[in-house]
């Protein structure tokens, strides 16, 4: 009795976490498909939500971050980024390795066709290095997206305070350009 009692239990347990996972997945699914009046759409490439980290006014370097999708036939690639806010902008990509978060410069973000990059804390981002002005929370700043073959587009990111960076810049981080 007991013991049908616990296969019971575990049994709904793993229904339960069958339907959270679907809903999961449900909800991928919409949200890789769905795109808000004010997100960024010029012919294949769509941008999303794309925010910018707000710092202190004496730091060097902020980051912005962004989905972008490939709606087009083809493969393509985020190739370069630039924006007034900063003097040096680069793409960059964080990783941990063997406990530390480090980050590295890459040439370009893959953006494969029918599929999307996601660019966010911990992984892919535009670094923008040498800031021109302050980061002030709720006003945006304009960025220009080059990619290998769709034509650029230039897009308005918000500022905004994001989550603590993991580790700290020049501590636990480490800039292998
Ligand atoms: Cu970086």
Same mark, same amino acid.
């Given at each position: 009795?007991?013991?049908?009692?616990?296969?019971?239990?575990?049994?709904?347990?793993?229904?339960?976490?069958?339907? &959270?996972?679907?809903?999961? /997945? /449900?909800?991928? !699914?919409?949200?890789?498909?769905?795109?808000?009046?004010?997100?960024? #759409? %010029?012919?294949?490439?769509?941008?999303?939500?794309?925010? !910018?980290?707000?710092?202190?006014? =004496?730091?060097?370097?902020?980051? &912005?971050?962004? *989905?972008?999708? =490939?709606?087009?036939?083809?493969?393509?690639?985020?190739?370069?980024?630039?924006?007034?806010?900063?003097?040096?902008?680069?793409? #960059?990509?964080?990783?941990?390795?063997?406990? %530390?978060?480090?980050?590295?410069?890459?040439?370009?973000?893959?953006?494969?066709?029918?599929? #999307?990059?996601?660019?966010?804390?911990?992984?892919?981002?535009?670094?923008?290095?040498?800031?021109?002005?302050? *980061?002030?929370?709720?006003?945006?700043?304009?960025?220009? /997206? *080059?990619?290998?073959?769709?034509?650029?587009?230039?897009?308005?990111?918000?500022?905004?305070?994001?989550?603590?960076?993991?580790?700290?810049?020049?501590?636990? %981080?480490?800039?292998? #350009?």
């Amino acid at each position: 009795m007991n013991n049908i009692n616990q296969f019971e239990k575990s049994l709904s347990k793993a229904i339960l976490m069958i339907v &959270a996972l679907l809903g999961l /997945l /449900l909800t991928a !699914v919409t949200t890789g498909n769905t795109f808000a009046s004010e997100d960024t #759409h %010029m012919g294949e490439i769509h941008v999303m939500d794309a925010w !910018v980290r707000a710092v202190p006014g =004496n730091a060097p370097a902020t980051a &912005a971050f962004m *989905t972008i999708g =490939n709606m087009g036939k083809m493969d393509d690639a985020l190739v370069k980024a630039e924006t007034s806010l900063g003097k040096r902008v680069e793409l #960059h990509l964080s990783q941990m390795k063997n406990g %530390m978060m480090e980050m590295n410069q890459v040439a370009e973000i893959a953006l494969p066709k029918g599929g #999307h990059a996601e660019l966010k804390p911990g992984g892919y981002h535009v670094m923008i290095m040498g800031l021109t002005g302050p *980061t002030k929370p709720g006003t945006e700043v304009e960025i220009k /997206l *080059t990619f290998r073959h769709a034509p650029p587009v230039t897009i308005k990111a918000v500022i905004k305070e994001g989550k603590p960076m993991e580790g700290k810049m020049g501590g636990g %981080m480490q800039h292998n #350009h």
